[in-house]
């Protein structure tokens, strides 16, 4: 019998870490081998469940660490981990939210405040640019080539629409506002701009308006964005959200 190569004995290990089928070569000894793979189980889903909770917390204050961690479980046993860094996990979060109708019946607004603190993780783990946007080779673009435009966003800059308050709501909670957070109104829809600069983390409730030109800028040149969106683009600008521009010649 050949031993199996690492790699598929890593794969294996993560099968049985999910409780999926697999066949670990577990020797028998005076605990059972299941016994003995529960305790990494309980390890793997534990650590994780830490690295979630810093990376969610105001999920964490919304739900109560009970529920959280509850989540967390399900989040853990059904979404492997892309990256050897545990720091780094979390993505999806909001999807598992989503998937629990319990959960997202008891608070709506759950899963956009979760998609809103990976935003956040994300923006913080970017890269910043250094170089100032060009704006003297903006101002040298001809009129005819105007609709060409197409502003790149930094990665340092997201946005996040929502039906909910979830700005609003973040900043009550973050800030520990009972008061606040008490005279919201959830359902109110707002647009979050998270960035950073400087290396300090801004989280802006944006005018929805600019919110969606810069989502656009992400996807198409001037000529395809509405009129009377790039009225903003002067503000978000002078935000910092965009690093540079190319000329996108269409056919």
């Known amino acids: ?40 189980r309980n390890n793997f889903v534990m650590t994780l469940t830490e690295c979630l909770g810093v990376a969610y917390p105001v999920v964490n204050a919304l739900v109560g660490e009970e529920c959280f961690a509850a989540i967390a479980r399900q989040h853990v046993l059904t979404t492997p981990m892309n990256n050897a860094c545990a720091d780094r996990y979390g993505e999806g979060f909001d999807k598992t939210m989503t998937s629990l109708p319990n959960i997202i019946e008891a608070v709506p607004y759950l899963a956009d405040i979760a998609t809103l603190e990976w935003h ?35 990665p340092t800059a997201k946005v996040m629409q929502s039906h909910f308050a979830i700005c609003s709501i973040w900043q009550a909670i973050t800030h520990h506002d009972e008061a606040a957070l008490q005279s919201l109104d959830p359902l109110n829809s707002e647009a979050t701009l998270v960035q950073r600069r400087h290396n300090t983390l801004e989280i802006t409730l944006l005018d929805a308006e600019e919110a969606t030109l810069i989502v656009a800028c992400e996807q198409s040149p001037f000529g395809n964005i509405a009129p009377h969106l790039l009225q903003h683009v002067a503000s978000a600008m002078q935000r910092g959200v965009f690093t540079d521009f190319t000329l996108a010649h269409t056919p």
């Open 1 to 40: 019998m050949t031993s199996p190569d690492l790699a598929s004995l890593q794969r294996q290990f993560s099968d049985a870490l999910h409780y999926q089928p697999h066949q670990l070569p577990v020797a028998q000894g005076v605990t059972a081998p299941d016994a003995l793979l529960q305790v990494y």
């Open 120 to 154: 956040i993780q994300t923006v913080s783990q970017a890269t910043i640019t250094k170089m100032p946007f060009p704006v003297e080779a903006l101002a040298l673009v001809t009129p005819e080539d105007f609709g060409n435009i197409q502003l790149q966003v930094s």
